[in-house]
């Protein structure tokens, strides 16, 4: 059984991300423009067509699938999900990207918009925010060319299928170029 999971693994790194994202293609956008599907592709999209490097589109493409099967801690759940994969700049970015998120959201009572501000002089701080403000809130319009996840398999799997674990060290995740 061992040997034959590891030889799948081997065969089609990163499939079962891909299936699972597939999976929600027709999910409810649970009153937002677009649904965790389409806003984690127009996510993707856009970092690709900035020049962000393999771990940050791969970053972008599952940052939310989390919140099709949980709750507000579904940044959390991502950076376990994609972490023995990601340097350490680009787990904390992505375990504390709802936080940071509340700046440009939070719009009640309950919520904070300056969740985010208990964070401020952390190394990674400045990369997650910056990560929020260019691709994350930006990417819920219904008219923007978003790619497909087709056109994102090969990515995933080069980058899942490159190396087992990725290294603790890593530049700037939102100015690296791939």
């Given at each position: 059984?061992?040997?034959?999971?590891?030889?799948?693994?081997?065969?089609?790194?990163?499939?079962?991300?891909?299936?699972?994202?597939?999976?929600?293609?027709?999910?409810?956008?649970?009153?937002?423009?677009?649904?965790?599907?389409?806003?984690?592709?127009?996510?993707?999209?856009?970092?690709?067509?900035?020049?962000?490097?393999?771990?940050?589109?791969?970053?972008?493409?599952?940052?939310?699938l989390p919140e099709c099967f949980s709750d507000a801690h579904h940044g959390e759940l991502?950076?376990?999900?994609?972490?023995?994969?990601?340097?350490?700049?680009?787990?904390?970015?992505?375990?504390?990207?709802?936080e940071f998120q509340a700046y440009h959201f939070a719009n009640h009572p309950t919520r904070?918009?300056?969740?985010?501000?208990?964070?401020?002089?952390?190394?990674?701080?400045?990369?997650t925010a910056e990560f929020c403000e260019r691709f994350d809130q930006s990417s819920f319009?219904?008219?923007?060319?978003?790619?497909?996840?087709?056109?994102?398999?090969?990515?995933?799997?080069?980058?899942?299928?490159?190396?087992?674990?990725?290294?603790?060290?890593?530049?700037?995740?939102?100015?690296?170029?791939?």
């Open positions: 059984m061992d040997r034959a999971e590891r030889e799948f693994r081997e065969r089609l790194p990163g499939e079962g991300l891909l299936t699972l994202m597939a999976a929600f293609e027709h999910a409810d956008a649970l009153g937002a423009p677009l649904n965790v599907h389409r806003h984690c592709l127009q996510t993707a999209t856009r970092v690709l067509e900035a020049g962000g490097d393999d771990e940050l589109i791969v970053l972008s493409l599952f940052h939310d991502a950076a376990q999900m994609l972490g023995p994969w990601l340097t350490e700049p680009r787990r904390w970015l992505l375990a504390r990207h709802v904070d918009r300056n969740e985010r501000e208990p964070y401020r002089g952390h190394p990674h701080f400045a990369q319009d219904p008219a923007y060319p978003t790619r497909s996840l087709a056109d994102f398999e090969p990515l995933v799997r080069r980058f899942f299928g490159s190396q087992r674990t990725r290294s603790s060290t890593g530049g700037n995740p939102v100015s690296s170029k791939r």
